[in-house]
Structure formats: C-alpha cells, structure tokens
C-alpha cells in the first residue's frame, strides 16, 4: 500500500509536469536570459529531440514529487523499530537535509546559472553566434541545480560524520587546508565547462560551506574533546 502512493505521486508529478510544461520550461529557461539563439529561444535539430526533452522533463517532475512522498513512508515503515531518541532525530535530521538542498538548487538557480549563462554566451559574441540545443541546455541546468543541491548538504554531512563518530573534529580541522584545492577540484567536475567564472561560482561556495560544517562539527563532537 506505501509502495501504492509512491507511484501515485510519481503519475501525479509527472503529469502536472507534462500537463504545465511550456511553464515549467520557461521557469527552466529563465537563467540563460534570453542568450541561447537569435530569438532567445533554445533549439532542437532533430524530429524527436522536443519529444525526448519533454518526457525526461515530465520524469524528472514525478521524481521530485514522489521522492518526499518515498522518504515518509519509509521513515513511517521504520518507526516501530526505531528509538525515541532516533525517532527524533530523524524529524530534525529530514527537515533539515530538504533545507540544504533546496538552498543549493537556488543558489544553482539564481547565482551560478545566470552569472555562469551569461558569461559563457555572450563571450565571442562578435565572433560566432549562440545556436544552443534545448537538450543539452536541459542536460546542463538539470546537472547544475542537482549537483548543487547535493554539494549544500555538505555542512550537515559533516556534523553527522563527527556526532556518529565516524570522523573527528580534529580530522576535518587538518583536512582544512587541502579545502580549497579540493573545492577547485571538485569544481571542474561539477560546471561542464573550464572556465574560470563557473568553477570559482561552485569552489567559493564550497570553501564556505565547509567552514559553515566544521562549525557544526565542533558542535557535535563529544564532550570535552576539541
């Protein structure tokens, strides 16, 4: 029966997606700002590529409505077997991670996606001009508010690490100097692109967010230990 809603927010989601899609597409297309072709419009060069992007975008919509609806049953199929101290902190612990990751897909929305976009489409302009493929635009912003989500979890990935023990807090102390590498690191693997403007909108986040997490950490490690 759980397993019964979780389809029937899946086939909710995806349907509202199909059945809202040039609204939703517009609310998608909003970061490029009108750059991606002479008309502003994106484009597609094949008979199916429309069709394509659209039923990978009405999936993608049945997944972001079921999975919320998947986690609650979940926790409520584990809520006879868990403590009241897990029970606890598993209604702090889910709130929370929503929290941080849909701070990170708006930060992916509003911050990286335009500045990144505008950059990228308007440099050589006078050069060439901008013909960008509705498919690979998607690929590229679906990839961007996801991955962005999931490097916001950062902070409360660390205080969970240091309160189960499974890290200290002197541990991600040291790690601290390698931070900055990493975050240009993991940078170039996050933005398709090589550019300098993007990769520093994602490594500065990153650099930041970790302080935010070792913050947490220090206040989640055991007592009387620093």
Not at 6 to 16: P, Y
Not at 23 to 32: E, I, K, Q, T
Not at 37 to 42: D, V, Y
């Amino acid at each position: 029966m759980r397993l019964l809603w979780v389809f029937v927010a899946f086939g909710l989601g995806a349907s509202l997606t199909w059945y809202y899609q040039e609204a939703v597409f517009r609310w998608l297309l909003a970061p490029a700002r009108g750059h991606l072709s002479e008309t502003g419009q994106p484009i597609f060069t094949s008979p199916t590529e429309m069709m394509a992007v659209t039923t990978n975008l009405a999936v993608l919509g049945g997944v972001v409505v079921a999975f919320p609806v998947l986690v609650y049953h979940v926790a409520r199929f584990l809520n006879p077997i868990m403590s009241p101290r897990c029970r606890k902190f598993v209604i702090v612990f889910l709130p929370a991670s929503l929290a941080c990751y849909l701070a990170g897909v708006a930060f992916a929305y509003w911050v990286l996606l335009p500045t990144g976009l505008t950059f990228l489409l308007q440099f050589g302009s006078d050069v060439a001009v901008p013909m960008i493929r509705i498919s690979e635009y998607m690929s590229l912003v679906q990839a961007m508010l996801f991955w962005l989500g999931v490097v916001f979890e950062l902070p409360l990935a660390m205080f969970l690490a240091v309160k189960f023990r499974l890290v200290s807090y002197k541990r991600l102390k040291r790690l601290r100097v390698y931070v900055p590498i990493t975050a240009l690191f993991l940078s170039m693997i996050i933005t398709p692109t090589t550019d300098w403007v993007n990769q520093g909108l994602v490594a500065v986040p990153i650099v930041v967010l970790y302080e935010v997490g070792m913050v947490l950490a220090f206040l989640a490690r055991p007592r009387g230990k620093v």
